[in-house]
């Protein structure tokens, strides 16, 4: 399992402060409301996080994001199923890492050592999400799936693919930190990719208990 050394308080006001106006969503904006009821839309599926709210949206530069898509597109193209993309919800990182990933997009670096290989791990469920990323903040993906193979069988040594796949579709994965989520079992399965260049950020959701 994944071990993370989270805070257990909210994101502070000031993490939205220095940065870009022109990234930052305007509330009740289309774009905005399509991020809200996306993740609400899993979230109040859980009566006792029903509370949450998102406070701020923060989207990465233009000019950056044209240059990830680019490189995303070209990884995607090679995939065996070019067209299976799909938002997910990134399970990791503290705040600066996300900040990082958001602005510079996904690295090598970031790969972590899972139950089911060292990769980048995914999930539909924001819920889900929360138990590995840092209080406060979720990192929305796109994510290229192309071939998923299902995988039941943990193996941490695991850095690549089965033949003939693109990704990893896993059983539920252990949490051993203990966050302000991980009292809840949410038996979600996660997507597994093993090349950084197979996931873009969209947005990076702030979000308030």
């Not at 999930?123 to 995988?151: D, F, H, K």
Request: aromatic fraction near 8%.
């Amino acid at each position: 399992a994944v071990v993370s050394t989270q805070s257990t308080g909210e994101p502070k006001d000031n993490m939205v402060k220095a940065v870009d106006t022109d990234t930052i969503l305007k509330v009740g904006e289309e774009e905005w409301r399509q991020v809200e009821d996306q993740f609400r839309a899993e979230v109040c599926k859980v009566p006792s996080y029903q509370s949450i709210r998102i406070s701020s949206v923060e989207k990465p530069n233009a000019t950056k994001q044209n240059q990830l898509r680019s490189s995303f597109s070209v990884r995607c193209n090679a995939l065996r199923d070019p067209d299976l993309r799909i938002r997910l919800y990134y399970c990791g990182g503290k705040a600066g890492t996300l900040h990082r990933i958001l602005k510079e997009g996904f690295q090598p670096r970031d790969m972590v050592a899972g139950d089911y290989g060292v990769g980048l791990y995914f999930t539909q469920n924001p819920v889900r999400a929360m138990q590995y990323s840092e209080p406060g903040l979720l990192l929305q993906c796109e994510v290229g799936i192309g071939m998923a193979e299902s995988v039941l069988k943990m193996d941490q040594n695991r850095n690549r693919p089965p033949v003939g796949y693109d990704s990893v579709l896993t059983g539920d994965r252990n949490v051993d930190h203990v966050g302000i989520y991980s009292h809840q079992r949410h038996n979600e399965l996660q997507y597994l990719i093993f090349d950084s260049t197979q996931a873009i950020p969209i947005y990076l959701v702030y979000f308030n208990i």
